[in-house]
């Protein structure tokens, strides 16, 4: 017997001009996980309506593709975060934004809560350098942003962004693509575990992966060329205590670049900073919020 989920897939979610917003809000749950409606609407349709962006939503989840859970507020008003639902996910496998990108999806009201906290507040990033570009009329929207990507740093063991950005500074008379591994720290790990990932993006940067069975050659080169022209820069976006807190936590990962041999290597070859979520919220990632690891004044993160 076929769904109404099923009978809707085949009729009025098909590619349409007329209703784009729905297959993109889906596109968007299916790449960023969950997100909140005020977040969808910034993301997709940032010069429209609340009402709008609820509308779509709320048609969603009575075709039963998206689901929703109530975030805790101090304010006691009422924010939904959106995720797929089974048959909303399976529904978004072949949508062209997302070839070749393999699905982690939120699609149960449990695993919602396990990670909406943290997944937010990797959207909320990813919305500051979404609005930077659009003032700045660079190139960065929904999909030059890929959460959570992992890759082998060998010994069986893997080293897992928050996202990957990918994001095109263009002028006059010139495109400039900039990539940057995104870390974003809520101070619910030790200050001393969030250092070890610089250590973790060192292997990786100095990882060669070799064919089994085979021997070892000296042309193979790292691992990382066969996903980017150049080693991506490693931005840790960090939020979540006081700012002597957090900017203890940077002077941390500055030691680690200081004192660790494969770090400091690292940091010879690859833009490394941080800055406070809340600052590139206000000021705007392309201002200078961004503290050097190797030291220095802050600086846009392009400048790093």
Known sequence: MTSPAQRTATTSLSPSPVEPLR?????????????????????LRPEGTRQLMSRVLNKLRADGFVDSTVLPDANRSRTNAWYLTPEGARLTRDLPALRGRPPYPITSATAASLKTTHTLAVVQAHLAF????????????????????????????????????????TGPDHRQKLRAFIEVDRTTMSSERLAVKLIEYARLFQYEAQPVGRRRTSTAGPAWLRWYPVFPRVLFILTGASRTRLDNRISDLQAMVAQHPLVAHLAREVRLGAAILEDIEHHGPAQAVWVPLTGGKPRPWTDL
Not at 143 to 154: A, K, L, Q
């Open 130 to 169: 979404a609005a930077d570009a659009r003032r700045l009329g660079h190139e960065h929207g929904p999909w030059d942003w890929t959460p959570e990507v992992s890759h082998s740093i060998g010994e069986g063991e893997r080293v897992m962004a928050d996202a990957v950005m990918y994001y095109t500074v």
């Open 23 to 43: 297959l993109q809000v889906l596109a968007a749950l299916a790449q960023h996980r969950i997100a909140t409606t005020s977040q969808l609407r910034r993301m």
